[in-house]
């Protein structure tokens, strides 16, 4: 059972910047990708980043040049750089990994981030 562990978050001023980190139970070099999602309240989750095994990445468009999503393997850690926060980023921000393509992984205990204007 893979457990992941999400910390950071928190409240920000508009243009601000924050760091979530997503902490893996064992290596995760194993994982086959792993992202970042968001839901703010009254929407549908949204996915915000991927990495995968490869270390291609990937952004959603309202994020694009100013999330980065990066891995520390001697960590066992995922992290979200974010910066140049908008209020329209507020959300709680989950993180997931799935170790095979198609089957359904794991996800993180949700963290918020609320930016104020």
């Known amino acids: 059972q893979v457990q992941l562990v999400q910390s950071g978050g928190g409240l920000v001023l508009a243009g601000g910047s924050l760091r979530l980190s997503c902490a893996a139970s064992g290596s995760i070099r194993r994982f086959n990708t792993m992202s970042w999602h968001r839901q703010a309240p009254g929407k549908q989750r949204e996915l915000v980043a991927t990495?995968?095994?490869?270390?291609?990445?990937n952004y959603g468009d309202s994020v694009k040049g100013r999330f980065t999503i990066s891995r520390d393997y001697a960590e066992n850690t995922m992290y979200l750089q974010m910066n140049s926060l908008k209020p329209e980023d507020t959300a709680i921000y989950y993180c997931?990994?799935?170790?095979?393509?198609?089957?359904?992984?794991?996800w993180g205990q949700g963290t918020q981030v609320t930016v104020s204007s």
């Open positions: 997931y990994a799935n170790l095979y393509p198609g089957i359904l992984g794991s």
């Open positions: 990495i995968t095994r490869d270390n291609s990445t």
